[in-house]
C-alpha cells in the first residue's frame, strides 16, 4: 500500500487545528433547547444584549437614524471647529469626562466618515456572501427576516461600544490614538470603583482580540478569497490548487505595505476601498434582481412565510430563528467591541457623535447587504434547503446564483471578495496592534513584531483548509463579547449623558451658531 504523504498545506491545517480544537468547542458550547436543537451561549448573550440597550436608550437605533445619516454627511461639522480644552495629566475626569479625550477632542486622525469606512470594511465581508449562503440553506428563506432583525437590534450595541471607545481614548505625543474596549474597560470601570474587574477584563479583551485579528480578521478572510480565486479561474486542479501559500504571500505582501502606515493609511485606503467593493457587489445583486424584478414580491412572501413556520427545516421555527440570528451577529459583529477601536480615531469633540455614525454599520452590513445577498439566492433558486453546505461551498453557491444573469459574474464577484478580504485585514490588523499595543507597549519593535506576525499569519490563513480557519476565527472573535458587555452594561449611564449631551446640542442649535462664532466650542459642555 501507497501512503499518500501530506502536502505542505495539509501539514500547516492538521498542526492548526490539533491547537485550537478545545477552545473552539468552549466558546461554541451550546444551551440545549430539545431534540437536536441548541443555541451557542455567546450567541444569546449578544442577542439579549442589543435587546436591551435598544429598550435603554429609546430606540436610539430608529429615533437617531437620520441624525446619524446627517453627522457622516457632515452637516454637523461645525461643531467640531473651535479650541481643543487643556487639562492637566493628574485629574482623572473633568465635568466626567476623560481628559485624554478632552486633550485631543476636535483633532482626532480620521473622518466620520473614513473611520465609518474602517470599520465597515472589517464587518461587510466574506461573511456576507458565503454565511448567508449557509444560513439560508440550512433555515430557509425565513432566516432572512431574523438576520435583519438582530441586524436592526445589533446598531444599538454599536452606539453603545462606539460612544465610550471615543470618551476613554488616549493620545501620544505624536497624536496618535489608541481606544477601543481596552481603554473603556479599564478607565471607565475605574472611574465606577471597580479598577481591579477594569483591568481584567480589559487584558482578556485585548488577548482575545489579538486571536480574532489573526483568525478571522486575516485568515478566515485570506481563506475563502483563495478558495473563490480557485473556482472561478478554474485552478482547482491545476498547480495552484495544494498551493495556497503563494496566494497568502501575496496578499501578505499587500497588506503588509498599508498597514505599515497606521490608521491614517489604513483610512485612506479603505474610504476609497469600500464604496468601490460595495458598489461592486450591489450592482451584481440589483442587476440579478433587475432581471428577475417580478419574481421578488415572490421572494418576500418565501421570507416572511418561512420567518414563522411551525414546520420545516432544523426544527421549523426555532431553527430558523437560530440561523438567522446566528449568521447575523457572526456578521455585524454588534458587541463584539472591535468597531470601537476603528471609531476612537475620529475628529471629533462629542463621543455620541461618532456613536452614531457607528450604528449605521450593521445597517449597511446586515440589513442592506445580506438582505440582497439573500434575495438574489431565493430569486435565482439556488437553495437546496436542508443541506449542509461548507463555508468554501456557500461563497460557490453565491458566485453561481450571480452567474445565472451574467455568465461573467462570478468574475465580478471574485474582484469584489478579493477587496472584501483586502479590507477587512487591514482594518482588523489596525484592531489587533492597538490590542497588543495595549499588552506590550508602544514602542517601534512592538509594533514591527505584531505587524510581521499579522503578514505570516496571512500566509497560514491561505494554506490551511477552511474548516480550521473557520472555528478558530468565530470562536476568538465571540470570546470578546464577554468582557466587552460587561463593560457596556456597567457604563451604560455614561453613554446615556452623552447623548443627551449630543442632542441638547443640536436641539439649541449650537451648530448653526458655531458657523458664525467658533470659539462657543470652550463654552459647551
Known sequence: MVIQ??????????AFDGATSWFTDAIFAEIPLGGNLGIPWVLVVLIVGAAFFTLYFRFVNFRDFFTAIKVVKGDYDELEQGNA??????VSTVDGDNPDTIRVEGDGEVSHFQALTAAVS????????????????IGGAGATFWMVLVGLLGMSSKFVECTLGVKYREVNAGGTIFGGPMYYLSKGLNDKGLKKLGKVLAVVFAVMCIGGSFGGGNMFQVNQAFKLFEYVTGAEDSFISGHGWIFGLVMAILVGIVIIGGIKKIAKVTDKIVPVMMVLYILASLTILGLNYNEIPHA????????????????????VLIQGFKRAAFSNEAGIGSA????????????????LVALLEPFIDTVIVCTMTALVLIITGQLNVGAQLSDEEG???????????????????????VLFAFSSMISWSYYGYQAWSYLFGRGKRTEYIYKILFCIFTVVGAAATLGAVTDFSDAMIFAMLVPNMIGLFILRKNVWEELKRYRQLIKNGYWLKAKKNPAIHKNIK
Open 395 to 417: 461563497v460557490i453557491l453565491t458566485a453561481t446564483a450571480l452567474e445565472t444573469g451574467i455568465s461573467w459574474f462570478p468574475y465580478l464577484l471574485s474582484v469584489a471578495v
Open 5 to 14: 504523504e501530506l502536502t505542505f498545506d495539509e501539514k500547516i491545517n492538521n
Open 122 to 137: 472589517a464587518t461587510v465581508g466574506l461573511g456576507n456572501i458565503a454565511g448567508v449562503a449557509i444560513a439560508l440553506s
Open 85 to 90: 480644552v487643556e487639562v492637566s495629566d493628574a
Open 300 to 319: 418576500f412572501t418565501e421570507i416572511w412565510k418561512g420567518a414563522f413556520s411551525p414546520q420545516g427545516v432544523t426544527g421549523g421555527f426555532v431553527g
Open 340 to 355: 470601537s477601536i476603528a471609531h476612537s480615531a475620529v475628529k471629533t469633540q462629542y463621543p455620541a457623535s461618532e456613536g
